[in-house]
């Protein structure tokens, strides 16, 4: 049985070589994880295994941000709601802080640049500016808040549900606005690479450490027939003394 595993551990582990070679990673996370299912000592196999999941990983987010640019979707305007009657917390109204005329011409530069992408600014409120006060307050009254549920219930499951409704959905609305708003404004954040040139670094390690092998491989037939062929020279000139 040992010998049957250790034959099919080793059939997995070449053709999972030979997959990542071709850059078929997902082909070649299949053959390693099996191999490490027989062998789950084998250090070179989880290797391979931890670069394929990367690439697969990495191609995946590539993917994902090089798909086509969606429009930003419009979120509801959140001056139609209305804040819950029992809602004590701070208000972004309340921390209004209007700013220079240099502040209200950059908002003007803002909504043209909403209006030549596409996007809706009709719910934003460029007057109106996120201060640190107003985050430091929102954050003291969640705190208080689930302080309070947990004390209440004790129940960390119950605790984490009614957390979801401490802040209010109009406030949450306005937040987002006024992300989308910044953000906007801001250049591209992410520089992407093409994921398989990381890759093909890794790949041609892997093959010179497979070459070295092979060559460590090719040296120990040589001195196993060596030692074989002595062992028959010996063998023979033994028969012949006794003859």
Not at 40 to 69: F, H, W, Y
Not at 84 to 101: R, T
Request: overall charge neutral.
């Amino acid at each position: 049985m040992r010998s049957f595993s250790t034959r099919a551990n080793s059939a997995y582990y070449h053709r999972g070589i030979a997959h990542l070679g071709l850059r078929h990673f997902q082909e070649g996370l299949t053959d390693f994880r099996k191999g490490s299912f027989l062998a789950p000592d084998s250090r070179v196999g989880m290797e391979r295994l931890k670069v394929c999941q990367e690439a697969i990983a990495e191609i995946t987010l590539m993917n994902l941000l090089t798909r086509g640019q969606e429009k930003t979707p419009d979120i509801p305007d959140w001056r139609n709601i209305e804040y819950p009657k029992d809602y004590i917390g701070p208000k972004l109204e309340d921390y209004q802080d209007i700013e220079n005329n240099d502040t209200n011409e950059r908002n003007d530069q803002h909504k043209i640049l909403n209006q030549q992408s596409g996007s809706s600014a009709s719910n934003g409120d460029s007057e109106t500016k996120v201060s640190d006060k107003f985050i430091l307050a929102l954050l003291e009254y969640i705190r208080c808040k689930r302080n309070q549920y947990y004390g209440l219930f004790g129940n960390p499951a119950l605790f984490f549900k009614l957390g979801e409704y401490i802040v209010p959905h109009r406030l949450i609305l306005q937040l987002i606005d006024k992300a989308q708003q910044i953000l906007a404004q801001e250049p591209t954040l992410l520089e992407v690479q093409h994921p398989l040139a990381k890759f093909k670094e890794k790949i041609e390690k892997m093959k010179e450490i497979e070459k070295k092998k092979e060559t460590e491989l090719e040296k120990l037939q040589k001195q196993e027939e060596k030692l074989l062929k002595a062992r028959e020279m010996v063998k023979l000139k033994e028969q012949q003394k006794l003859e």
